[in-house]
């Protein structure tokens, strides 16, 4: 297996530097040879060996294209497609299609060996092997390793990632319930693997995201939380306006928390001007009639609207919303809409705290590190059983598949923004000045801004409506 610090010198070697991820790639492949193909690959005055250097990398975007494409198609959680809660059995049928699918995306970089077959027989012993498996258990030793317990089809197996190896940060940040391939040596004696190489589902290198052929912006915000007295009504008339103006925009997402709910939290009603949950969607509906009939408006639900809080969430039932435009769409929480072809997965993000206890570094503060996390695991809620409510069913639609353009989430209050591997993430904030709570938590809060995304560049701008700012 190669080191990182002997990939690192060999292409310093070349006065060259050398990007974490072609490193993390030539270990994958284990192949000393690919150092000289990238090094003879790098164009002139390449200072760092970026993905792109890499042979055979070629950009494709994932899925299927959507040729003539319509303007708008939400392509999953379309409203009415989320199964009502099943037997507790189904779970089963869950996890199973969670692992065949995750695992399926790390095909060509794991040759995975069954579990039970490693375990039982004793040709693995002492030799290298791979293979791929859910975490079902995660502990750190006194020494500071990490020891997780893997389980395919087929058996489990006790793991062990030492804090001496490269790669290390990555054993750390394993999430119970994710599925990971791991390359490394299995012990003398069969009851412990010794991991050298953790590979996640991760985003392909070769992704390469669409964009529009024709012109066309979208505005994505989030956390509007009507009915809150810290719902921010004069940055919102001040937004209103503006979107009013900007004859660029033919659609508006919300990524959830569209009404600040009825007993959420304890003491709620001290905080709420309007008591009543159909006042609070009425009252959404009147401000969204007041944006022009052009503008496609896409609703997704949160975990303060008034549905079920077991993801996927359903989309905001008619009689909540009886008075709202016709422009008006609603969504379930995941759904994937495409907006001219521009793919863009649009989840609330109740998975943020429970990935935040457990991610070491990860904070509200960067709510846009966490959807990193969630881009190489494939998953938008990797943790079952914490704060993340998850419905059974057949299939896990929490899985991020295909790749989506844009990921958009909200939840944290905070706005941030990055990209990985062509993805663009979006959190877009809140319309909800800092709470009794959140001042509590110390949380700072990001409140009323607007993400406008260019769905013919993939590039974004920021508006804030906060007072004097705008
Ligand atoms: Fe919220
Ligand atoms: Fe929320």
């Given at each position: 297996?190669?080191?990182?610090?002997?990939?690192?010198?060999?292409?310093?070697?070349?006065?060259?530097?050398?990007?974490?991820?072609?490193?993390?790639?030539?270990?994958?492949?284990?192949?000393?040879?690919?150092?000289?193909?990238?090094?003879?690959?790098?164009?002139?005055?390449?200072?760092?060996?970026?993905?792109?250097?890499?042979?055979?990398?070629?950009?494709?975007?994932?899925?299927?294209?959507?040729?003539?494409?319509?303007?708008?198609?939400?392509?999953?959680?379309?409203?009415?497609?989320?199964?009502?809660?099943?037997?507790?059995?189904?779970?089963?049928?869950?996890?199973?299609?969670?692992?065949?699918?995750?695992?399926?995306?790390?095909?060509?970089?794991?040759?995975?060996?069954?579990?039970?077959?490693?375990?039982?027989?004793?040709?693995?012993?002492?030799?290298?092997?791979?293979?791929?498996?859910?975490?079902?258990?995660?502990?750190?030793?006194?020494?500071?390793?990490?020891?997780?317990?893997?389980?395919?089809?087929?058996?489990?197996?006790?793991?062990?990632?030492?804090?001496?190896?490269?790669?290390?940060?990555?054993?750390?940040?394993?999430?119970?319930?994710?599925?990971?391939?791991?390359?490394?040596?299995?012990?003398?004696?069969?009851?412990?693997?010794?991991?050298?190489?953790?590979?996640?589902?991760?985003?392909?290198?070769?992704?390469?995201?669409?964009?529009?052929?024709?012109?066309g912006k979208a505005v994505?915000?989030?956390?509007?939380?009507?009915?809150?007295?810290?719902?921010?009504?004069?940055?919102?008339?001040?937004?209103a306006?503006?979107i009013a103006?900007r004859e660029d925009v033919s659609y508006l997402l919300?990524?959830?928390?569209?009404?600040?709910?009825?007993?959420?939290?304890?003491?709620?009603?001290?905080?709420?001007?309007?008591?009543?949950?159909?006042?609070?969607?009425?009252?959404?509906?009147?401000?969204l009639?007041a944006i022009p009939s052009r503008i496609r408006i896409i609703?997704?639900?949160?975990?303060?609207?008034?549905?079920?809080?077991?993801?996927?969430?359903?989309?905001?039932?008619?009689?909540?919303?009886?008075?709202?435009p016709?422009n008006c769409?609603?969504?379930?929480?995941?759904?994937?809409?495409?907006?001219?072809?521009?793919?863009?997965?649009?989840?609330?993000?109740?998975?943020?705290?429970?990935?935040?206890?457990?991610?070491?570094?990860?904070?509200?503060?960067?709510?846009?590190?966490?959807?990193?996390?969630?881009?190489?695991?494939?998953?938008?809620?990797?943790?079952?059983?914490?704060?993340?409510?998850?419905?059974?069913?057949?299939?896990?639609?929490?899985?991020?598949?295909?790749?989506?353009?844009?990921?958009?989430?909200?939840?944290?209050?905070?706005?941030?923004?990055?990209?990985?591997?062509?993805?663009?993430?979006?959190?877009?904030?809140?319309?909800?000045?800092?709470?009794?709570?959140?001042?509590?938590?110390?949380?700072?809060?990001?409140?009323?801004?607007?993400?406008?995304?260019?769905?013919?560049?993939?590039?974004?701008?920021?508006?804030?409506?906060?007072?004097?700012?705008?």
């Amino acid at each position: 297996m190669l080191c990182e610090e002997e990939i690192v010198s060999r292409f310093l070697a070349t006065r060259l530097n050398v990007s974490p991820e072609v490193v993390a790639y030539i270990r994958e492949q284990d192949d000393p040879s690919l150092i000289d193909r990238i090094i003879a690959a790098a164009p002139e005055g390449t200072v760092v060996v970026s993905a792109d250097a890499i042979p055979a990398v070629k950009k494709v975007r994932d899925g299927t294209r959507f040729l003539p494409d319509p303007a708008y198609e939400v392509l999953k959680g379309k409203e009415n497609s989320a199964e009502s809660i099943r037997d507790f059995e189904e779970y089963v049928s869950y996890f199973r299609h969670r692992y065949t699918k995750l695992s399926s995306f790390m095909r060509g970089r794991v040759q995975p060996v069954p579990i039970e077959a490693l375990a039982r027989t004793g040709r693995y012993r002492e030799e290298e092997a791979s293979f791929v498996g859910m975490i079902s258990e995660v502990r750190s030793t006194a020494k500071g390793n990490k020891i997780v317990m893997m389980e395919d089809t087929t058996g489990t197996i006790r793991v062990l990632f030492n804090k001496s190896r490269d790669g290390f940060a990555e054993a750390e940040k394993i999430l119970p319930d994710e599925v990971i391939g791991v390359k490394g040596k299995l012990s003398s004696d069969g009851n412990i693997f010794f991991a050298d190489t953790l590979i996640r589902p991760d985003i392909p290198l070769t992704n390469a995201p669409f964009m529009s052929e024709s012109p066309g912006k979208a505005v994505l915000i989030s956390d509007v939380h009507v009915g809150s007295d810290t719902f921010l009504e004069e940055e919102w008339h001040r937004f209103a306006d503006w979107i009013a103006g900007r004859e660029d925009v033919s659609y508006l997402l919300v990524a959830g928390d569209l009404v600040d709910g009825i007993g959420i939290y304890p003491g709620q009603d001290k905080e709420l001007v309007i008591k009543n949950i159909y006042g609070q969607y009425a009252r959404l509906g009147e401000m969204l009639s007041a944006i022009p009939s052009r503008i496609r408006i896409i609703l997704a639900p949160g975990n303060h609207d008034v549905v079920r809080g077991a993801e996927p969430q359903p989309a905001i039932p008619p009689k909540f919303r009886e008075d709202y435009p016709e422009n008006c769409e609603f969504v379930e929480n995941p759904a994937l809409v495409s907006l001219q072809g521009v793919r863009i997965l649009m989840y609330h993000g109740r998975s943020f705290d429970d990935m935040i206890g457990m991610i070491p570094g990860a904070s509200y503060r960067h709510p846009e590190e966490i959807m990193e996390e969630m881009l190489k695991r494939r998953h938008l809620a990797p943790t079952y059983g914490m704060r993340t409510p998850i419905a059974p069913a057949k299939e896990d639609v929490l899985i991020i598949d295909p790749v989506p353009e844009v990921l958009f989430t909200g939840h944290v209050h905070i706005c941030g923004i990055k990209r990985y591997r062509g993805v663009l993430m979006i959190n877009a904030g809140t319309w909800q000045s800092q709470t009794a709570f959140q001042k509590q938590m110390n949380v700072e809060p990001t409140p009323a801004r607007a993400v406008v995304l260019d769905l013919a560049t993939l590039e974004y701008e920021m508006v804030d409506f906060l007072k004097n700012q705008a």
